[in-house]
């Protein structure tokens, strides 16, 4: 054991690098938090810092093992065993869990720019200054190392079909639950049921194999939701999750596609590479025929999420709504919506297949 913890100590500063990376509230001056570490790609700010720049204040209890955070809306409180924040008695699922490195717990910039801006109600400005692409951890952890070994490209295909197959994965299950509605309807079963209805539609009127990551309510490693995208005739994976916020107005579907697909211009809006990217190709064609059959669509955003995977293999994970919201999630729940969705997806992914076809 005691050879365990040396070795630890030597490896954790080995395995981060330093950083730095600008907060702010929309409309104020950003400041410069320095006190940051670099993990595996992942910045880890200090809450402490990051609730000062936005006004809020926190501390951590010792005896709870947990930090509380003081909000406008009750108290929040995160833990580094929990990929959870409660507040007012419910969960929120963290992309990442929160660390203790160096003495200071800490949490990734999807807590800023998600937790953290519902409980200011304000958008919050991030700027990673020493983004992962220049600082690249010089020793990755085993499991990184597997995750990268996943890289899913695009195939050509030469027969006749359009598209060979489509992976597609319902998010989270099992003790993994995803977002929980304020009714106790889970984000797990909303996925499966669009991934089964979408996967059946897909398999009936294009006659191609289906290839769902789950199919039923069950846990899997990220390492086994790339490994059942990387089967060599898939050319779509769809990846499937819905959202809750603070806000009980926000509604829609929201599309995300790898962030090295997407590029920003000077004023921050979102632009097209030129390089062709199926990926974005895919989320135009989705975002369209929803927007067609009358459904709220967000916009198209970039991800910098391992859960994507690399490579340009066709990728879209779809947000497919507010669980927040009480009137989209009557919807979600009710199946004649589930099949206009679902309908939606399966012409964009048709429409998609034509068009990367036709070049
Ligand atoms: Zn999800």
Avoid at 28 to 44: F, H, I, N, T, W
Avoid at 220 to 229: G, H, P, V, Y
Avoid at 300 to 320: A, C, D, K, M
């Amino acid at each position: 054991m005691r050879f365990f913890i040396i070795l630890l100590c030597f490896f954790l500063p080995l395995q981060s690098a330093f950083a730095a990376v600008d907060i702010a509230l929309r409309g104020k001056e950003p400041v410069r938090l320095e006190d940051v570490y670099q993990q595996d790609g992942v910045p880890y700010i200090a809450i402490e810092d990051a609730l000062d720049v936005v006004g809020l204040t926190g501390h951590w209890d010792s005896i709870r093992h947990s930090f509380l955070i003081k909000t406008k809306r009750g108290r929040a409180e995160i833990s580094p065993a929990s990929g959870f924040m409660k507040i007012s008695g419910e969960y929120y699922p963290l992309q990442d869990k929160p660390r203790f490195i160096d003495g200071r717990l800490r949490v990734t910039d999807s807590f800023i720019l998600n937790q953290l801006a519902q409980l200011t109600g304000q958008s919050i400005y991030f700027r990673n200054l020493d983004p992962a692409t220049n600082s690249a951890p010089a020793k990755q952890s085993n499991n990184l190392e597997k995750l990268f070994s996943f890289l899913l490209n695009k195939k050509t295909t030469k027969n006749g079909s359009l598209i060979r197959a489509v992976a597609i994965d319902p998010g989270h299950g099992g003790l993994d639950t995803g977002v929980i509605a304020p009714s106790g309807y889970k984000e797990k079963q909303l996925n499966l049921e669009v991934a089964e209805k979408l996967a059946k539609q897909l398999k009936m009127k294009l006659g191609i194999p289906i290839y769902l990551s789950r199919d039923g309510d069950y846990e899997l490693t990220m390492e086994q939701r790339l490994q059942s995208a990387s089967k060599e005739d898939i050319d779509v994976w769809i990846l499937l999750h819905a959202q809750a916020a603070f806000s009980a107005e926000l509604r829609g579907v929201t599309l995300f596609i790898r962030a090295e697909e997407m590029t920003k211009n000077v004023s921050g809006e979102n632009v097209v590479k030129p390089v062709k990217s199926g990926s974005l190709l895919l989320a135009n064609n989705l975002a369209l025929a929803l927007r067609e059959s009358a459904i709220n669509v967000r916009g198209i955003y970039p991800s910098s999420r391992l859960s994507l995977g690399r490579g340009n293999l066709p990728t879209v994970q779809v947000e497919l709504g507010f669980l927040s919201n009480p009137e989209e999630l009557q919807q979600l729940q009710s199946s004649d919506y589930q099949n206009k969705i679902v309908k939606a997806l399966y012409t964009g992914i048709r429409r998609y297949a034509k068009q990367s076809k036709e070049k």
